[in-house]
């Protein structure tokens, strides 16, 4: 199934830069640094820990820690 997600933030000044600080996205999964999408199709079940890091014009920044949990597909039933 493919997989979708966007990141958010308010204040600051955009543009922003979006990025991976610690740990890694599930294998199949990637990060658009310009608007913060996870999107791709996950290779495998299991859950990570990560944390994204938001750069805006100005030079400032923030970090946040996330966990993210990868289920198995629902087969529609």
């Known amino acids: 199934e493919n997989y979708f997600a966007r990141l958010s933030t308010s204040g600051g000044r955009a543009p922003y830069h979006w990025s991976i600080a610690g740990g ?22 299991g859950s990570v820990a990560l944390t994204v890091c938001v750069a805006d014009a100005a030079g400032a920044s923030a970090t946040r820690k996330f966990s993210l949990r990868v289920e198995p597909a629902s087969d529609g039933k």
Not at 24 to 45: A, F
């Open 24 to 45: 890694n996205l599930p294998d199949g999964l990637s990060l658009s640094p310009s608007v913060g999408m996870v999107y791709g199709v996950p290779k495998y079940v």
